[in-house]
């Protein structure tokens, strides 16, 4: 079969969900373990951030501050989750170089904990999106929410599958991993993340382009009650399979090396 | 029937990009080839070194093997390569048997973490269930003895308790092959007597043994064959 070590891996790597579970849990532990709070940290910055964010804009835009509170927070809690996962790909090779030498390992192993990391701290943004969505955002729905939740695990094999292709390309070049960091703060810049498309109608093509816009909004339109189109879920799939057939194709030809390159 | 343990190499070339600027210093080239006894050389305009070039050898049950060379020879390569932490470039490589490598004590470690969740991270990796988890720590404790700091964080321990705890982690269970790098005499005395002991334990129930020391004496009294590295070939000989 084609790239079949690229399937054979990641099956094995999906087997080994405790294992990445644990990794990922810790490194959020470790980040936070001689903190007071610990992981309520997480939580804390981004209602500090989302509520500045909110205010500034919705005073700039001359908009309700607490439905741009609503937009905000479901926007930025997911943007930081693409954010965090595509710039930490470039360096978790480098970083598991320690388990890589001493052992043989599977290399999506430690991409699976990088997703699992990134999900864990998504989890605890929950505690504000949950009930700030509930208090102030009127299209809330039990059924939205649970499209939701849904939406965001379908959108994950994406992020191995991009990961793994950053993982690889910035272990070989390590200028990447600058451009990579770039790339995503301009990324930021042209997505809605905090400020809304109908302020900018004029350059719709370009967020018709953009595919973190285009993912944005297939999570977060459920919770406002916006029907995710069936061509929506179509476009999920061609995205998957587009993706899945790149990282397979770069994973099979190159996973030999990436021990050499570290 | 259970399959016989063996290593089987094929043709099999290993070599490394230096990711040098200066890709034609051939006077360097030369001198390092002097001092570290492998071979850099030039592949479609990059400068690479190799420490194994077109190997092909047989390693089966009952040899145990002391590999011996000068630093940078290629005996932790190659020692990576039979724990299947690398893959060849060029030739085949296949392994039967469950390969333990000890290849750097420190390197299971995180030193962040307390040697209580050390053990316990270990043991998921090890697919160890409640039972063995419970039997591998008790076993690691015992052996390391540093049961009053196992709950503090590793980085907080001196280099010698960071040395035992490694130690019993690593040398912990019975493998069919045992790799191991220059980790034989660790510690002080009395915990030197107790690993090499412990390692000597290993040597018994495995089937093969790869050991990498510059040390002569251990591998004349461990091992039954020599493999030595110089000029990116092995010398294979008995004792």
Same mark, same amino acid.
């Given at each position: 079969?084609?790239?079949?070590?690229?399937?054979?891996?990641?099956?094995?790597?999906?087997?080994?969900?405790?294992?990445?579970?644990?990794?990922?849990?810790?490194?959020? =532990?470790?980040?936070?373990?001689?903190?007071?709070?610990?992981?309520?940290? @997480?939580?804390?910055?981004?209602?500090?951030?989302?509520?500045?964010?909110?205010?500034?804009?919705?005073?700039?835009?001359?908009?309700?501050?607490?439905?741009?509170?609503? =937009?905000?927070?479901? /926007?930025?809690?997911?943007?930081?989750?693409?954010?965090?996962?595509?710039?930490?790909?470039?360096?978790?090779?480098?970083? /598991?170089?320690?388990?890589?030498?001493?052992?043989?390992?599977?290399?999506?192993?430690?991409?699976?904990?990088?997703?699992?990391?990134?999900?864990?701290?998504?989890?605890?943004?929950? @505690?504000?999106? @949950?009930?700030?969505?509930? @208090?102030?955002?009127?299209?809330?729905?039990?059924?939205?929410?649970?499209?939701?939740?849904?939406?965001?695990?379908?959108?994950?094999?994406?992020?191995?599958?991009?990961?793994?292709?950053?993982?690889?390309?910035?272990?070989?070049?390590?200028?990447?991993?600058?451009?990579?960091?770039?790339?995503?703060?301009?990324?930021?810049?042209?997505?809605?993340?905090?400020?809304?498309?109908?302020?900018?109608?004029?350059?719709?093509?370009?967020?018709?382009? /953009?595919?973190?816009?285009?993912?944005?909004?297939?999570?977060?339109?459920?919770?406002? /009650?916006?029907?995710?189109?069936?061509?929506? =879920?179509?476009?999920?799939?061609?995205?998957?399979?587009?993706?899945?057939?790149?990282?397979?194709?770069?994973?099979?030809?190159?996973?030999?090396?990436?021990?050499?390159?570290? | 029937? #259970?399959?016989?343990?063996?290593?089987?190499?094929?043709? !099999?070339?290993?070599?490394?990009?230096?990711?040098?600027?200066?890709?034609?210093?051939?006077?360097?080239?030369?001198?390092?080839?002097?001092?570290?006894?492998?071979?850099?050389?030039?592949?479609?305009?990059?400068?690479?070194?190799?420490?194994?070039?077109?190997?092909?050898?047989?390693?089966?049950?009952?040899?145990?093997?002391?590999?011996? $060379?000068?630093?940078?020879?290629?005996? *932790?390569?190659?020692?990576?390569?039979?724990?299947?932490?690398?893959?060849?470039?060029?030739?085949?490589?296949?392994?039967? $048997?469950?390969?333990? *490598?000890?290849?750097?004590?420190?390197?299971?470690?995180?030193?962040?973490?307390?040697?209580?969740?050390?053990?316990?991270?270990?043991? !998921?990796?090890?697919?160890?269930?409640?039972?063995?988890?419970?039997?591998?720590?008790?076993?690691?404790?015992?052996?390391?003895?540093?049961?009053?700091?196992?709950?503090?964080?590793?980085?907080?321990?001196?280099?010698?308790? !960071?040395?035992?705890? #490694?130690? #019993?982690?690593?040398?912990? $269970?019975?493998?069919?092959?045992?790799?191991?790098?220059?980790?034989?005499?660790?510690?002080?005395?009395?915990?030197?007597?107790? *690993?090499?002991?412990?390692?000597?334990?290993?040597?018994?129930?495995?089937?093969?043994?790869?050991? #990498?020391?510059?040390?002569?004496?251990?591998?004349?009294?461990?091992?039954?064959?020599?493999?030595?590295?110089?000029?990116?070939?092995?010398?294979?000989?008995?004792?």
């Amino acid at each position: 079969m084609f790239a079949a070590i690229f399937y054979k891996n990641y099956l094995d790597a999906l087997k080994s969900l405790k294992i990445w579970s644990i990794l990922g849990w810790l490194d959020i =532990y470790k980040r936070y373990r001689r903190s007071r709070l610990g992981q309520i940290w @997480i939580v804390i910055s981004t209602l500090v951030l989302v509520g500045s964010i909110s205010f500034i804009f919705s005073t700039l835009f001359k908009s309700n501050y607490f439905s741009f509170l609503v =937009y905000i927070i479901n /926007n930025l809690c997911l943007w930081i989750f693409f954010r965090e996962i595509v710039e930490d790909s470039s360096l978790i090779f480098i970083e /598991n170089k320690f388990f890589l030498f001493n052992e043989k390992w599977n290399h999506l192993i430690m991409i699976f904990r990088l997703i699992a990391r990134n999900t864990i701290t998504y989890a605890h943004n929950l @505690i504000l999106i @949950i009930p700030i969505n509930i @208090i102030f955002n009127d299209n809330f729905t039990l059924l939205g929410f649970a499209q939701y939740i849904l939406n965001f695990f379908i959108i994950l094999p994406f992020f191995i599958n991009i990961s793994l292709i950053i993982a690889i390309v910035s272990t070989r070049f390590r200028d990447f991993r600058i451009i990579i960091n770039n790339l995503m703060q301009l990324i930021f810049f042209l997505t809605p993340v905090i400020y809304q498309k109908i302020n900018f109608e004029k350059y719709d093509w370009l967020f018709e382009l /953009n595919i973190f816009a285009f993912l944005l909004e297939f999570v977060n339109n459920p919770i406002n /009650n916006i029907n995710v189109s069936f061509i929506n =879920y179509v476009t999920v799939v061609i995205i998957l399979a587009i993706t899945t057939f790149i990282s397979s194709i770069i994973y099979a030809k190159k996973y030999k090396r990436i021990n050499y390159w570290l | 029937m #259970a399959l016989k343990k063996s290593i089987l190499l094929r043709n !099999v070339s290993v070599y490394y990009q230096t990711f040098n600027e200066k890709k034609n210093s051939t006077l360097k080239n030369t001198l390092i080839n002097s001092i570290v006894g492998s071979t850099i050389t030039n592949i479609k305009n990059k400068e690479v070194i190799y420490p194994l070039k077109n190997i092909s050898l047989e390693i089966n049950e009952k040899d145990k093997i002391g590999l011996v $060379g000068q630093n940078g020879s290629g005996k *932790s390569t190659f020692l990576r390569l039979l724990a299947g932490c690398i893959e060849p470039v060029e030739g085949t490589i296949e392994r039967t $048997g469950i390969i333990k *490598s000890i290849l750097n004590l420190e390197m299971g470690l995180d030193k962040e973490l307390t040697g209580m969740e050390n053990l316990r991270l270990q043991a !998921v990796f090890r697919g160890y269930d409640l039972e063995n988890t419970k039997k591998f720590i008790d076993d690691v404790l015992d052996f390391s003895e540093i049961v009053n700091y196992i709950y503090f964080p590793v980085e907080t321990y001196s280099s010698g308790m !960071v040395l035992r705890l #490694a130690f #019993a982690m690593a040398t912990y $269970g019975s493998p069919d092959i045992l790799l191991l790098d220059e980790v034989v005499n660790v510690g002080d005395e009395g915990f030197k007597k107790k *690993s090499l002991a412990r390692i000597e334990e290993l040597m018994e129930s495995s089937k093969i043994m790869v050991m #990498a020391s510059h040390d002569t004496s251990i591998i004349k009294n461990y091992c039954n064959k020599i493999f030595e590295f110089k000029d990116s070939s092995i010398n294979i000989s008995k004792i």
